[in-house]
C-alpha cells in the first residue's frame, strides 16, 4: 500500500508546548493532514467548548504556509455553563492563532449568514450537539459550502443524544463520499461537496476496500495513541477486570485488546453497510409493491373474464352441435390410415350430389377409379 496517498510530514507533528492541554487529541494527526491534503482556503468550526481539532488545523495551516483563512464560531448559547473555560479558550487563541484565525460570536441560527456563499472548504463540528445543529440546517449551511467542502464529525463511535454523533454521521455519510477513524470515539468525514479534493480522492476510496480502510484506521490509533486516545484507554481499562488483569498485563497485550477492538469495529461497520444495502432494497420493494398489487388484480380480473366467457362457450348449443357432429363424423370416418383419403374421396361427391344429383355423382366417382 502506498501511504503517501494517506500520511505526510504533517501526520506527524506535535501540538505546540505552549497550547498542548488544549490541541491534545486523538485526532490531531488526522487533522494537520487533513489540512496538508485538502489545503482549505477557509476552515470553520462550530462551537468552540473542544477546540483541539480547530487549534490544530490552525496551527497545520500556519506551518504549511497555505492562505487559509480559520474561523471559531462562539455560539452565544453555549457559554453560560462553561463561561471559564470559554473565556481561557478564546484567550489562548487570540494569543496563538491571531495571525491565521479569529472568533465570531453569534447564535446557531445566525451562523449560517456570517458566510458567503461556497466558500467554507472545512467545517468542524466541536461536539455531538453542533453536528445536529448542523444536519437540522443542512440546507442553509449547503449555500455557504464550496464544491469541495469537508465536514468533519467528532465521537461517531459512541451513540446516545448529546454524547456522541454515531446515527448522525451515518445519516451524513449516506449516499455521499465518506471515512470514519474509529479510535478515541470516532471521528468521520464526509464529502457535502459536488466534487472531492484531490488529496482525499483515496482516502474516500479506501473506505470501500476493508484491508486498506483498517491499516489507515491503525496508522492513525496508532499515531493518535500518544495525545490521549481516551476512548480506547476506557475500553482497555474494562478489559483490565478480566482474569488477565492486573499490573502484569504488558503493553504487547494491550496493543493486541486495542488491534481486537479496531477489527470489531470494522466488523461492526460492515454489517452497517449491509444494513443499509438491505433497508435500500426493502425500500425499493416497498415502492414497486403498489405496482405489483395493481398487475395482480388486473390479471386476475382477466382470468375470471376469460373463465367465464369459457364457461359460457361450454353451455352454448353451437358447440353442443359441434360436438355432435364431431361424433357422427367420427362413427362415419373413422381415424384409420385411409381415412384422409376417405375423407378426400367422400367430400367432392357429396358436392357433386349437391349440384348434379346423386347418379350423377356416382358416375364421376367411378369414372375417377
Not at 490531531?28 to 487533513?34: D, H, K, R
Not at 468533519?152 to 454515531?166: F, I, N
Request: proline fraction near 6%; glycine fraction near 8%.
Amino acid at each position: 500500500m502506498d501511504v503517501s496517498a494517506y500520511l505526510s510530514e504533517a501526520s506527524f507533528w506535535t501540538p505546540d508546548p505552549a497550547l498542548e492541554p488544549l490541541c491534545r487529541s486523538p485526532f490531531s494527526p488526522v487533522a494537520s493532514w487533513l489540512v496538508d491534503a485538502a489545503r482549505p482556503r477557509k476552515v470553520v468550526q462550530l462551537g468552540l467548548r473542544e477546540p483541539g481539532l480547530y487549534l490544530t488545523a490552525c496551527e497545520a495551516a500556519r506551518r504549511l504556509g497555505i492562505d487559509a483563512r480559520c474561523l471559531l464560531i462562539d455560539l452565544a448559547e453555549d457559554d453560560a455553563p462553561f463561561g471559564a473555560a470559554v473565556m481561557r479558550i478564546r484567550e489562548a487563541h487570540d494569543r496563538s492563532y491571531a495571525g491565521v484565525s479569529r472568533c465570531l460570536s453569534v447564535h446557531a441560527a445566525d451562523a449560517p449568514a456570517a458566510f458567503a456563499d461556497g466558500s467554507i472548504d472545512l467545517i468542524l463540528a466541536s461536539t455531538p450537539d453542533d453536528v445536529e445543529r448542523i444536519q437540522s440546517s443542512l440546507g442553509a449551511w449547503r449555500a455557504k459550502l464550496a464544491s469541495g467542502a469537508i465536514l468533519v464529525v467528532p465521537r461517531t463511535c459512541v451513540e446516545g443524544r448529546g454524547l456522541g454523533s454515531y446515527a448522525a454521521f451515518r445519516d451524513l455519510a449516506d449516499g455521499r463520499p465518506s471515512f470514519e477513524f474509529t479510535h478515541g470515539g470516532g471521528l468521520g468525514l464526509v464529502a457535502l461537496g459536488r466534487s472531492i479534493p484531490a488529496g482525499l480522492a483515496a482516502l474516500f476510496e479506501a473506505d470501500a476496500i476493508p484491508s486498506r480502510r483498517n491499516a489507515i484506521r491503525q496508522v492513525y490509533a496508532r499515531l493518535g495513541g500518544g495525545a490521549g486516545d481516551e476512548a480506547s484507554a476506557t475500553v482497555l481499562d474494562l478489559a483490565d477486570f478480566g482474569p488477565a488483569s492486573g499490573p502484569n498485563r504488558s503493553h504487547e497485550d494491550r496493543l493486541a485488546l486495542r488491534e481486537e477492538v479496531l477489527m470489531l469495529r470494522e466488523e461492526l461497520a460492515h454489517l452497517e453497510d449491509v444494513h443499509r444495502a438491505v433497508a435500500r432494497e426493502h425500500e425499493a420493494l416497498s415502492r414497486e409493491a403498489p405496482w405489483l398489487r395493481r398487475d395482480v388484480e388486473h390479471l386476475r380480473h382477466h382470468y375470471t373474464f376469460a373463465a367465464a366467457q369459457l364457461e359460457e362457450v361450454r353451455r352454448s348449443t353451437a358447440l353442443k352441435v359441434i360436438e355432435r357432429g364431431r361424433r357422427v363424423r367420427g362413427r362415419l370416418f373413422p381415424q384409420t390410415p385411409l381415412h384422409g383419403r376417405c375423407l378426400g374421396v367422400s367430400i367432392p361427391l357429396a358436392r357433386g350430389a349437391a349440384v348434379a344429383g346423386p347418379r350423377a355423382a356416382r358416375s364421376r366417382a367411378a369414372g375417377r377409379r
